[in-house]
């Protein structure tokens, strides 16, 4: 289905046509919002607010964007309201410098135990997915969209509403920091 | 002092260098650098690979999400 008969099938209210949506967007909006909040049930409740919003406003989506576009920026923006409504902000900074300092061994360790084997897939997979939530926010939802979402850069910085040199610093931070982190390991060939 | 200047440059364009948008010039220029700077190869070679290992990561969606938020839909379509 083309997007153009998405949006027309959303805006009469046909349920396919949200099926379609969640087919196609589920995964990456799931892995975005959980990547921010870090809870399974808090996750669901945002997509569930993020799709009563759809539903409100696509009768206003003048289609001068990409649908995935505006669908992510009302995740983004609906993710990062729950959140500071939940106060949760404050919470997961101190958790995530907690968490810095408990991953900071956990990459030592890995370091110290220096098998030639390579790391099991989800072991690895582990260590991908706390460097990259031990990232700051904003960086973090760059690094998503862009490199795992495969999303194209001009679109990011309209999710973000940066401008796409914004973004690029953004992003190019970002690695930088996953670099650092991920550096001892992707030089050993483990990962 | 003319090599940092160079090795400083390279980071500056190593976002549009993955994405191939960097000018062709420009481009020559970086991958000259690169031949001729194992500091600067060495960076480049591990921030490639650390671009590579994010992007292989995924995430899923559990089935039964997908489920309970189609019958959510449904039912806030029929209100």
Known sequence: ?????????????DDLAYREVIRRYGRKMFGLIFSMTKKRDETEEIMQEVFLKVIKHI?????????????FRITVNTTLSYMKKKKRKRESLISELKRDEEERIDFEDKEEKGTDETLETE????????AIESL????????ILKDIEGMPLTEVAKILKLSEGGTKVRLHRARLMLKKKLQPLVEKGKL | MRRKRECKKVLTFLVDYFEGTLDE????????HILDCDECKKFVETYRKCVEVVKN???DIPEELEEKLYTFIKNVLKK
């Open chain 1, 1 to 13: 289905m083309e997007e153009k008969e998405l949006v027309e099938r959303l805006k009469k209210g």
């Open chain 2, 25 to 32: 010039q420009i481009s020559q220029r970086f991958e000259l």
């Open chain 1, 59 to 71: 009768k206003d989506f003048r289609e001068d964007s990409l649908f995935s576009t505006w669908l």
């Open chain 2, 57 to 59: 990561f995924e995430v």
């Open chain 1, 123 to 130: 072991e690895r997979r582990k260590i991908v997915q706390t």
């Open chain 1, 136 to 143: 700051p926010q904003s960086y973090r939802i760059a690094i």
